[in-house]
């Protein structure tokens, strides 16, 4: 396959992620039978993500223009070990490796394994040859490079087995957000979507507030109240209920509005249910603070990501700040 039909390809998977079929909403029903935090709503909303900022033919085209991708290349077979946070959290690394012109073994995790085993299956019905493009398995060997996402543990172990590969191995990470306090309702309203799509279980999840002294949470925690029925979700009470009931036994200053608890916290990486908040002086001073954080997957604010934007990457914004295409292009 060239590179033009792939982008092709890609454009179909994207199409039949929007249209919402009969067979796709079995695969999203599926996938919340075998994980409870993946409901349907969210499952759509990573997919929807996925079809208009990655699938369409001028994202693609714009993509491969950029890195000159031909079809020049000798083909690798790239290992790629997914995580399992968020619905196909791993997909723009699957996508990386198929548009770039490698082939691909991919572990998937078993908290996501369903749904894109199902677009892939779709895809293999498309065009046959994508079997040898893309194909699943329970432990990678004989790769020539890998591509892997884990907590800092795993990480340790994805360098003692594929370090002396070409690899990107990447690490714990989480989002935070600056508010000056000057904030409209709409802009808080889209800070609450940045910090509860998918549970706050995504790196790109803002956990952790940064705000003026002095400033006043009343605004903040109305703007939450679309994500209430969090508070029905049992695994999600079952977080929160404990992490309460750690708050109140040691006495801990909180906010909550029953669904999320605001706590104080010098800490970027706040539990389930959770925000930290920390108070700042001098906002250049935070934003070169900031800057220097490995932590940091995203920065949500008036002069980083816009607000509403951190679960909404586009093809160049790449986790940890590893270039995969280029990555892929040098293997």
């Known amino acids: 396959m060239n590179v ?10 994207g199409e039949y992620l929007l249209a919402d079929t009969e067979d796709w909403q079995q695969a999203k029903q599926h996938a919340f039978y075998k994980n409870g935090w993946f ?3 969210f499952s759509q909303q990573s997919a929807t993500s996925i079809a208009k900022n990655f699938l369409t033919q001028e994202a693609l085209q714009k993509w491969v ?8 290349i000798s083909p690798k077979n790239v290992g790629i070990v997914m995580a399992g946070n968020i619905p196909m959290v791993g997909f723009h690394d699957m996508l990386a490796v198929f548009i770039s012109g490698h082939y691909q073994t991919v572990k998937l995790s078993s908290k996501d394994d369903v749904l894109l085993k199902h ?8 065009e046959n040859e994508i079997q040898n493009y893309i194909s699943f398995a329970d432990m990678l060997k004989g790769c020539d490079a890998y591509i892997a996402t884990g907590g800092n543990s795993a990480a340790k172990s994805f360098t003692e087995y594929f370090g002396k590969y070409p690899n990107i191995i990447r690490k714990n990470k989480t989002s935070v957000a600056v508010l000056t306090g000057n904030e409209t309702d709409e802009e808080l309203q889209l800070l609450s979507n940045d910090i509860h799509l998918y549970f706050g279980l995504g790196c790109r999840n803002v956990t952790k507030l940064y705000v003026p002294e002095g400033y006043n949470f009343e605004k903040l925690l109305q703007s939450f109240s679309a994500y209430k029925y969090f508070g029905d979700h049992h695994k999600y009470r079952n977080n929160y209920d404990y992490n309460l009931s750690i708050i109140l036994l040691n006495n801990v200053y ?18 389930i249910s959770q925000l930290y908040y920390e108070y700042y002086n001098n906002i250049d001073e935070l934003k070169l603070f900031l800057q220097n954080q490995l932590d940091a997957q995203c920065l949500v604010g008036k002069d980083f990501v816009p607000f509403g934007q951190a679960q909404n990457p586009d093809l160049f914004t790449y986790a940890d700040g590893a270039d995969t ?3 892929l292009l040098l293997i």
């Open 65 to 72: 223009a950029h890195y000159h991708v031909d079809d020049n």
């Open 4 to 13: 033009q039909e792939r982008i092709n390809i890609m454009v179909k998977a």
């Open 254 to 271: 909180y906010m909550t509005n029953e669904a999320t608890i605001l706590t104080e916290n010098k800490t970027m990486f706040s539990p």
């Open 325 to 327: 295409m280029q990555f």
């Open 39 to 41: 409901t349907n709503e």
């Open 119 to 126: 677009l892939v299956k779709y895809l293999y019905n498309l």
